[in-house]
């Protein structure tokens, strides 16, 4: 178990001794995000705007428009909100930014309402052209990291940090826009995750297993595009989905799995995540066990439902 944000940045910090183009823009978060390591050895790639979330965009699109690849580092719940009209004209003009979202869900925990990222993913795959990558795990993260850099245009990327998280890929794993990967196969129940959740997910399944649920589990790692034949194929051959997630039910990765069932083949449609309410404030831990997003809990829920 590790950390992804770390994971990240460390892969971030050996892309840029290859790639010259590659730089970070930074809102005085170097330590928090893992970048001392960036911001030592290219001080010179590695602007810090201070605590400005919207000029923090802004300076990112110029330095794209004159070549160099920025990756933005920022918490996902000031990025995604204070500067949301600058990603949106970020977006417009088609700029090679990574907008990288640390610290995203409730992991601020105690931080309170003013801290969670419960809203980004929402706000962020309403935007054209915006390609948003929510990894689960350290491989994971770094996977999206490359499928980033391949590719021209916006990307937010949705990075768990502040919380370990259990490896769930081999060596080499790769995740693509529009892909998906199945963690488990299963006919009862299909569960669908992103991001943290993928990993509690699992877990879920193997705890039906043993009250007789054979649960399939699918990881989407891509919420923006999305894998719509995965999630077709899953309702088709299991007749049920679950989604849960670190997020606000409305809009998230619930509301675009549900968005495909409902044009391709409706099946019932469980959503679980955060309710249209402020978290309270607490550990992160605390958090997610109150709203119901740990394994055990998840797979109550999971049983309760199909019975």
Known sequence: M??????????????????????????????????????????????????????????????????????????????????????????????DVVFCGFVSGLAYGALGGTHHAVEDLAWMRAIPRMKVLAPATPRDTVAALHEALAHDGPV??????????PELFPAGHTLSYGGSAQLRDGGDVTLIGTGLLTSRLVEAARLLAEDGVDARVLHLGSVEPIDADAIAGAARETGRLVVAEDHVVNGGLGGAVAEVVVRTNPVPVLQIGIPQVFAPIGPAGHLYDHFGLTAPKLAQRVGEWLR
């Open 2 to 95: 590790t950390d992804c944000a770390t994971a990240f940045s460390a892969e971030l910090l050996r892309l840029a001794r290859e790639d010259e183009r590659i730089c970070i823009v930074n809102n005085d978060s170097a330590e928090t995000h893992s970048a001392l390591g960036f911001q030592s050895e290219f001080p010179e790639r590695f602007v810090d705007v201070g605590i400005a979330e919207q000029n923090l965009v802004g300076v990112s699109v110029g330095l794209a428009n004159s070549g160099l690849r920025p990756f933005v580092y920022s918490a996902s719940c000031f990025m995604a909100s204070r500067a949301l009209e600058q990603i949106k004209n970020a977006a417009y003009t088609d700029a």
């Open 156 to 165: 937010y990327l949705r990075i768990v940090s502040k919380l370990d998280t």
